[in-house]
C-alpha cells in the first residue's frame, strides 16, 4: 500500500524558499532514511508534514492514503496515524507525562476505531510499552519532559510512538546530540516497531544510526531537495565520501 506520496513539493518559512521539490513514495512496510549536510531542509520538510504554521506550502502536494495531507490540522494528522518525533520535544510543566500519554492515545485510539481507555486500562498498557524503552515507571508522573535528559526524552518520545501505534513515523535525529544510549532506544523501538503494515522516515545524519537500523532507501537531502536514493550501500557510502560531490550536482542543476 502506498502510505505516502510527496509530489514537487515547494515550501518557505520567513518567505524563504527552502524545500524545493521534493519527490518521495512511501509504502507500508518500508522503512526510509534521509540524510543529508546541516541545512539541506530536513527538519523543515518533517515540520511541514507535522503541519507546522510557520511553514508555507508553495507547490507541490502531500498524500496520505490517498487522501489531502495538507488540508489536516496537525492534531487531525496524528490521529489518522501521523507520528512525529520531534528534535526538542517540548516541556509541559503541570501535566503529569501519564495524563499526557493517555490523552494522546485515546485520541488516536479514536482514529483508528477503538475505545478510549481508562485510567486502569491506561497504566497495564502504558507499563507493558515500557519496557520497549526500559524507562522507570516514575517518570510517569512527572510533568511532560520538564527536567528530563535528553536520553529521556527520547525514551519518552519512542514510549509515545509505542502508544500512539502509528502508521507512518517520521523521526528526526539531526543535531540532536544524540549519545550512544539515546540511539540504542531510537533503534530498539524501531525495530520494535516497524511492520508490513506501517513505515518509517528517519531524519538522521548518525551513519551509526544506520548500523542498528537497516533502511530499505537511503536519500540524501541538499538544497531542498532529493538529490540521490539508494538503498544502506549509499550510507556506507557517503560514510566514506562525505558530501562535496553534492554541490556540483547541485550547481548542475541551478
Ligand atoms: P536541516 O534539518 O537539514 O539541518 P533545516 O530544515 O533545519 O535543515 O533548515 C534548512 C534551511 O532553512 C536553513 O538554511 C535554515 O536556516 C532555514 N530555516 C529553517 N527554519 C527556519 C525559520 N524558522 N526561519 C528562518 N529560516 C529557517
Ligand atoms: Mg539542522
Ligand atoms: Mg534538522
Redesign the pocket.
Known amino acids: 500500500e502506498l502510505l505516502l506520496e510527496i509530489i514537487d513539493l515547494h515550501a518557505r518559512?520567513?518567505n524563504?524558499p527552502?524545500l524545493k521539490g521534493v519527490n518521495l513514495k512511501i509504502h507500508a512496510g518500508e522503512i526510509h532514511a534521509i540524510m543529508?549536510?546541516?541545512?539541506?531542509?530536513?527538519?523543515?520538510?518533517s515540520k511541514v508534514l507535522a503541519g507546522h504554521p510557520?511553514y508555507e506550502i508553495t507547490r507541490g502536494s502531500i498524500m496520505y492514503r490517498g487522501q489531502d495531507l495538507m488540508v489536516l490540522s496537525p492534531e487531525d494528522r496524528a490521529r489518522i496515524g501521523i507520528f512525529l518525533g520531534f528534535q526538542y520535544p517540548v516541556e509541559i510543566p503541570g501535566v503529569s507525562n501519564i495524563e499526557f500519554l493517555r490523552v494522546a492515545t485515546n485520541a488516536r485510539r479514536i482514529g483508528k476505531g477503538q475505545d478510549e481507555l481508562d485510567t486502569f486500562e491506561f497504566e497495564d498498557l502504558v507499563h507493558e510499552r515500557l519496557k520497549i524503552v526500559q524507562m522507570d515507571p516514575t517518570f510517569l508522573e512527572r510533568s511532560v519532559n520538564e527536567g528530563f535528559s535528553g536520553g529521556e526524552k527520547k525514551r519518552n518520545e519512542i514510549l509515545q510512538m509505542a502508544l500512539l501505534e502509528p502508521i507512518i513515523s517520521i523521526l528526526?535525529e539531526?543535531?540532536s546530540g544524540l549519545d550512544i544510549d539515546a540511539l540504542r532506544i531510537v533503534a530498539r523501538g524501531v525495530n520494535q516497531l516497524s511492520s508490513p503494515d506501517t513505515a518509517i522516515l528517519l531524519?538522521t545524519h548518525y551513519q551509526r544510526l544506520l548500523e542498528e537500523i537497516t533502511p530499505d532507501y537511503v536519500h540524501v537531502?541538499a538544497s531542498g531537495r532529493i538529490l540521490r536514493t539508494g538503498d544502506n550501500q549509499l550510507a556506507l557510502e557517503l560514510e566514506k565520501i562525505g558530501y562535496d560531490w553534492v554541490d556540483q550536482e547541485l550547481a548542475a542543476l541551478e
Open positions: 518559512v520567513e524563504k527552502i543529508g549536510r546541516n541545512g539541506s531542509g530536513k527538519s523543515t520538510l510557520a528526526d539531526t543535531d531524519i537531502m
